[in-house]
Structures are given as C-alpha cells and as structure tokens.
C-alpha cells in the first residue's frame, strides 16, 4: 500500500467526515508492514480523520509494534480534547451536591432506543416494515443528553451498559452512508452493545427468579 502524501509545511490539514478517505486510512492501519502502520497513524492525526479514531485508538492498545502504537499515541492526542477543556463541565458536576443531582436516570428511554433500534435490524431484511435512522436520530440524541446529566460513578451495571449501547446506537448513526466500511463496522458495533445489555438484563432476571 503506498503511503500517504503529507500536507505541505504550513498549511492547514484537511478534515474528512465521510467517504473513501476515512475508510483508505483504516486499512492503512492494518498493513502488514508496521512502517506503514506508523505512517498511517501519523496521517490521521495530520489530516484529523476524527471518524477513524476508534481504530487508532486499537492501534495505541493492541499493535504488535512499538512505533506504531507510539504513533497511534501521538496522532490520538491531535484529535482527543486536552483535559482542561473539558474540566469546567466535569467541576460544575463534581460541585453539584449527591442531593440536588437527577434521582432516576433515563433506562426506560434507553430501552426504548433499543427497542427502536432491534426493529430497524429486523426491517432491513423486510425493508418499509419499520423505522428508518432518520428515525432513531432525535430519540438517541435526547436519550444521550438525558444521560450526560448522571456521573458514570453513579451508575449501576445495568445503567452503564444501557448507557454503552446507546452511545454506540449514535456513533452508528453519525457515521455518513457515504462511508460505507466504517458505516458497517458501527452498525455491528451497536447490535453488540445491544445484545450485551439484553444478556445482561436477561441474566439479572434469571438471577431474582431464583
């Protein structure tokens, strides 16, 4: 696989949302020739392919090669906020009193989410049958800000992993159709996310039946 160009010094990097691009760069990762790799990941945070970045951060975890995974590190730091933007939002909710923060937390808008979301699977084998992602679009996103107002350290184990599935419902749902690879990968990146809290209520279930 030919590497890819570098922006001129100077100039600004192009931002890819959709299309080819983000999809060339992915596979760029998973060349068998970790040179390529590390060129790769260097390319990503260059041109800030902030789409890719879920198979970056694979590449700072799991690559078999130090370089690669050092410029995997470097190319996530370009494209991940520093800490100290996000501190104000993380201060004004570690102020707040235990008290005066939301009791109930949205796992029945959740389910609802996933319901929706368990029958567009089933409506793209019968398509016109069910709802579309346009459709999933408002409700994901409402269901997402419910659960912005609740600490992660407040949450249970059901809540967290209705919390995972939804924010992979929405990563789905963000991706562009045009970009076909990393569209796939995140629809089945939420069915799993789905099954993995169906399991797991179904397991809790079981659990108090006994």
């Known amino acids: 696989m030919e590497r890819p160009d570098q922006p001129h010094e100077g100039s600004a ?15 760029g990762l998973r060349d068998p020739d970790p040179e390529v790799r590390a060129r790769f990941a260097e390319a990503i945070g260059l041109f800030r ?13 799991a690559d078999p090669d130090v370089c ?48 929706s979301f368990n029958e567009y699977v089933a409506q793209r084998m019968n398509p016109g049958s069910g709802p579309t992602q ?5 409700p994901a996103t409402r269901c997402l ?19 995972a599935a939804v924010k992979a419902i929405g990563s ?3 991706v562009p159709n045009e970009s076909a690879g990393v ?12 099954e993995e809290y169906e399991a797991l209520t179904a397991a809790r279930g079981d659990r108090q039946g006994d």
């Not at 990097?13 to 596979?27: E, H, R, W």
């Not at 569209?183 to 789905?194: D, E, M, N, S």
């Open 13 to 27: 990097p192009d931002i890819f949302v959709s299309g080819s691009a983000n999809d060339y760069l992915v596979t």
């Open 49 to 61: 392919a902030y789409l890719t970045l879920p198979y970056l951060l694979d590449a700072v975890v």
């Open 68 to 115: 690669v995974r050092d410029a995997a590190r470097r190319a996530a730091r370009a494209l991940i906020p520093p800490r100290e933007a996000a501190a104000p939002r993380v201060r004004r909710r570690a102020s707040q009193p235990r008290s005066a923060r939301p009791s109930g937390t949205p796992l029945k808008e959740s389910e609802a989410v996933l319901a």
């Open 134 to 138: 346009s459709d999933l679009i408002a």
């Open 145 to 163: 800000e419910a659960w912005g107002d609740h600490p992660a350290d407040d949450l249970g184990e059901i809540e967290r992993a209705a919390l």
């Open 172 to 174: 789905f749902l963000r």
């Open 183 to 194: 569209k796939y990968l995140g629809f089945q990146a939420a069915k799993k996310r789905v």
